[in-house]
Nanobody, 124 residues
Framework: QVQLVESGGGLVQVGGSLRLSCAASGRTFSSHSMGWFRQAPGKERKFVATISWSGGSTYYADSVKGRFTISRDNAKNTAYLQMNSLQPDDTAVYYC?????????????????WGQGTQVTVSS
């Protein structure tokens, strides 16, 4: 069982940066791949980024590639999403998720554990 708690969301101006954290409980965090997803108001939740269990593989949605960086610290049971050059279209609730397969995955259905989400609002 893995429990996830996101933090680091908030209000930021266009072009600003935020770093989201996802703290995991449980001793199996290091064997899970992690993903970040987001849901804008009135829209479906969408994939943002994913990282393998070791951190050796990552993958990003085209909309965030070059601006966002996913990382993890297995010693701290924490995953991160560094978000730079934020735009109004990045406004959403951001969720982290854990997948016991350990491999990068874009599909929401493959993730067994989800956090409660953290709001990111980018003002223009």
């Amino acid at each position: 069982q893995v429990q996830l708690v996101e933090s680091g969301g908030g209000l930021v101006q266009v072009g600003g940066s935020l770093r989201l954290s996802c703290a995991a409980s449980g001793r199996t965090f290091s064997s899970h791949s992690m993903g970040w997803f987001r849901q804008a108001p009135g829209k479906e939740r969408k994939f943002v980024a994913t990282i393998s269990w070791s951190g050796g593989s990552t993958y990003y949605a085209d909309s965030v590639k070059g601006r966002f960086t996913i990382s993890r610290d297995n010693a701290k049971n924490t995953a991160y999403l560094q978000m730079n050059s934020l735009q109004p279209d990045d406004t959403a609730v951001y969720y982290c998720a854990a997948d016991s397969s350990g491999w990068i995955d874009l599909r929401q259905d493959e993730y067994e554990y989800w956090g409660q989400g953290t709001q990111v609002t980018v003002s223009s």
